[in-house]
């Protein structure tokens, strides 16, 4: 990996914002230079929202990018708008649950809503979908992103089970 | 060696004013610098110092004037259009000696214009903003690592030369999280200040102010501004040169764009071209002699901002007419592309072998 440049797209609400948080705090004892841009402005629950982290060798002239090698995409709004900025040979993880569209090329359609929900929360979907990227493309240790989770949710035993819970079924998905 | 954290920009600026030894700060919100509002409404309190949301920014200034006239280290910041409502406050403080840290997270103008980052309050900052005959001393950080330590140095030079400092930032630098180190020294030694109101136990009283009506008084007060002036243009100037030995063309950029110029100079490089980068870290004083020196042995100078072209006026001043000085910006909020860049550097070069042919 010389430079990975990844978007993840959403609604607000959907853990967005924390989910590139935490990959660019997971890489940032293995990768030299990390950066990490969101959507700023009037951003409120069920609008959209997006970030994008670069995970990369050299030095990042530019913290946003317009072209991708991964996208973790968590509605159809989110598809239809961001998609045809996925590299040829990039990756796109996608919420299966919450998108009705078919892409054809480059993309694993993951349930991840209804998986989420499954382990007794909807609101993990966001770890679901992390955890199909991070088997599929080691960007980082799945170990760093778990002791970041621990990390944000402390004491709250029960929401870091849950969001463990949903990040493994989503690495062994 | 401390560990690498990631930081937004903004709570970089915030973390290094409180490692810089700020005092108090005032401060009003707007995007894109609202993180560091917040981070100082958190963190300030913690450290037992002064957090105040003023009820506007032309409060949040004045209050910055009251609590360095007692001696305090103090800070606002705000975005373009809240740094035009300081600007009167600036004057005073700049009028009165005061140090203060000022930090304008610049966004697109002019008005309210939009949120998006920019670079077109360079003007403002660098040739006055305010009215009088006045200089500040300006920083402009190009990563997050420098939101934090400039912010820090910000803090020394205003104690230093008894002046108000801006950190002239943008938008995506506010935003954008990058690792960086946290400084772990001490803040900034803290010269002795007798010149501040601190109550007049056993010693004359102190006067600030910037009102001098009496017969060639203001006059006076002005001579000895510009010879200040004249100090610190001589004991202070920052920039960084990226290979300037052998370069046919000089990118001159700063902030954000230097960034983006840095990007596409690599690409250059790599391509065979040579072409060289100087980023100015102070906006004012201006490394006018050293792009007069480079001037004379490149081919074409191309300045890089987020503006219509306004440090470039400062460029061509330097380089005369030893080199062709040529501009590439985005305006209202856009950001210029590498290629953007790497085709106005082709465009020097090709023009720059059509004039020794002819």
Redesign the interface.
């Given at each position: 990996m010389s430079c990975e440049r990844i978007l993840i797209a959403g609604a607000g609400g959907q853990g967005i914002v924390l989910l590139g948080k935490l990959l660019a705090n997971a890489a940032l004892e293995t990768v030299p230079h990390v950066t990490y841009f969101p959507s700023y402005g009037a951003e409120v629950r069920g609008g959209s929202s997006h970030c994008q982290v670069i995970l990369s060798q050299a030095e990042i002239p530019s913290p946003v990018a317009s072209r991708f090698e991964t996208m973790i995409i968590m509605n159809e709004e989110s598809l239809t708008r961001f998609l045809p900025q996925l590299d040829r040979k990039g990756l796109a993880v996608i919420n299966s649950s919450l998108c009705t569209t078919q892409p054809v090329r480059n993309c694993l359609m993951v349930p991840a809503t209804q998986t989420a929900d499954e382990i007794g929360d909807q609101r993990a979907a966001n770890l679901v979908l992390l955890g199909v990227l991070l088997h599929h493309r080691p960007l980082v240790a799945p170990a760093r992103i778990e002791s970041a989770l621990r990390v944000i949710w402390g004491d709250r035993k029960a929401t870091l089970e849950r969001n463990l819970a949903a990040f493994h079924a989503g690495l062994a998905l | 060696m401390s560990k690498?954290?990631?930081m937004?920009g903004n709570d970089a600026v915030g973390e290094g004013a409180i490692r810089g030894g700020c005092d108090a700060y005032f401060g009003y919100p707007i995007?894109?610098q609202n993180e560091l509002t917040a981070y100082m409404a958190a963190h300030m309190p913690r450290h037992e110092r002064v957090f105040i949301q003023a009820e506007s920014e032309i409060a949040a200034i004045n209050m910055v004037f009251g609590a360095a006239v007692t001696g305090k280290r103090a800070m606002t910041s705000s975005s373009s259009p809240g740094i035009s409502l300081k600007q009167e406050g600036i004057s005073y403080l700049a009028a009165a000696e005061l140090p203060a840290v000022i930090v304008n997270v610049q966004r697109g103008g002019p008005g309210l214009g939009n949120?998006a980052p920019s670079q077109s309050d360079y003007f403002q900052a660098t040739k006055g903003g305010g009215h009088g005959d006045y200089r500040l001393i300006v920083l402009a950080p190009a990563s997050v690592q420098e939101m934090h330590d400039l912010t820090i140095e910000a803090f020394a030079l205003a104690d230093r030369f008894r002046s108000p400092v801006m950190v002239l930032t943008d938008?995506?630098l506010g935003?954008?999280?990058?690792?960086l180190k946290l400084h772990e020294g001490k803040p900034p030694a803290r010269p002795p200040k007798p010149w501040a109101l601190t109550g007049a136990v056993g010693r004359r009283s102190n006067m600030i102010r910037s009102l001098l009506l009496d017969d060639g008084v203001l006059e006076q007060h002005n001579l000895h501004l510009q010879r200040k002036f004249a100090l610190i243009k001589n004991s202070l100037l920052k920039f960084e040169e990226l290979n300037t030995r052998d370069c046919d063309v000089l990118i001159v950029a700063y902030g954000t764009s230097a960034?983006?110029a840095?990007?596409?100079m690599?690409k250059a490089r790599a391509k065979g071209m040579k072409v060289g980068l100087l980023r100015p870290v102070t906006l004012w004083p201006y490394p006018s002699a050293r792009i007069r020196q480079l001037a004379a042995q490149v081919k074409g100078i191309l300045v890089v901002e987020m503006s219509s072209g306004q440090m470039v006026e400062d460029v061509r001043l330097a380089a005369g007419d030893r080199a062709p000085v040529v501009f590439e910006g985005r305006l209202g909020g856009a950001?210029p592309?590498?290629n953007d860049v790497l085709a106005a550097l082709r465009g020097i070069l090709r023009r720059s072998r059509g004039r020794k042919l002819s």
């Amino acid at each position: 990996m010389s430079c990975e440049r990844i978007l993840i797209a959403g609604a607000g609400g959907q853990g967005i914002v924390l989910l590139g948080k935490l990959l660019a705090n997971a890489a940032l004892e293995t990768v030299p230079h990390v950066t990490y841009f969101p959507s700023y402005g009037a951003e409120v629950r069920g609008g959209s929202s997006h970030c994008q982290v670069i995970l990369s060798q050299a030095e990042i002239p530019s913290p946003v990018a317009s072209r991708f090698e991964t996208m973790i995409i968590m509605n159809e709004e989110s598809l239809t708008r961001f998609l045809p900025q996925l590299d040829r040979k990039g990756l796109a993880v996608i919420n299966s649950s919450l998108c009705t569209t078919q892409p054809v090329r480059n993309c694993l359609m993951v349930p991840a809503t209804q998986t989420a929900d499954e382990i007794g929360d909807q609101r993990a979907a966001n770890l679901v979908l992390l955890g199909v990227l991070l088997h599929h493309r080691p960007l980082v240790a799945p170990a760093r992103i778990e002791s970041a989770l621990r990390v944000i949710w402390g004491d709250r035993k029960a929401t870091l089970e849950r969001n463990l819970a949903a990040f493994h079924a989503g690495l062994a998905l | 060696m401390s560990k690498r954290v990631l930081m937004n920009g903004n709570d970089a600026v915030g973390e290094g004013a409180i490692r810089g030894g700020c005092d108090a700060y005032f401060g009003y919100p707007i995007t894109p610098q609202n993180e560091l509002t917040a981070y100082m409404a958190a963190h300030m309190p913690r450290h037992e110092r002064v957090f105040i949301q003023a009820e506007s920014e032309i409060a949040a200034i004045n209050m910055v004037f009251g609590a360095a006239v007692t001696g305090k280290r103090a800070m606002t910041s705000s975005s373009s259009p809240g740094i035009s409502l300081k600007q009167e406050g600036i004057s005073y403080l700049a009028a009165a000696e005061l140090p203060a840290v000022i930090v304008n997270v610049q966004r697109g103008g002019p008005g309210l214009g939009n949120i998006a980052p920019s670079q077109s309050d360079y003007f403002q900052a660098t040739k006055g903003g305010g009215h009088g005959d006045y200089r500040l001393i300006v920083l402009a950080p190009a990563s997050v690592q420098e939101m934090h330590d400039l912010t820090i140095e910000a803090f020394a030079l205003a104690d230093r030369f008894r002046s108000p400092v801006m950190v002239l930032t943008d938008g995506r630098l506010g935003q954008m999280m990058e690792p960086l180190k946290l400084h772990e020294g001490k803040p900034p030694a803290r010269p002795p200040k007798p010149w501040a109101l601190t109550g007049a136990v056993g010693r004359r009283s102190n006067m600030i102010r910037s009102l001098l009506l009496d017969d060639g008084v203001l006059e006076q007060h002005n001579l000895h501004l510009q010879r200040k002036f004249a100090l610190i243009k001589n004991s202070l100037l920052k920039f960084e040169e990226l290979n300037t030995r052998d370069c046919d063309v000089l990118i001159v950029a700063y902030g954000t764009s230097a960034r983006i110029a840095k990007g596409a100079m690599d690409k250059a490089r790599a391509k065979g071209m040579k072409v060289g980068l100087l980023r100015p870290v102070t906006l004012w004083p201006y490394p006018s002699a050293r792009i007069r020196q480079l001037a004379a042995q490149v081919k074409g100078i191309l300045v890089v901002e987020m503006s219509s072209g306004q440090m470039v006026e400062d460029v061509r001043l330097a380089a005369g007419d030893r080199a062709p000085v040529v501009f590439e910006g985005r305006l209202g909020g856009a950001v210029p592309e590498e290629n953007d860049v790497l085709a106005a550097l082709r465009g020097i070069l090709r023009r720059s072998r059509g004039r020794k042919l002819s």
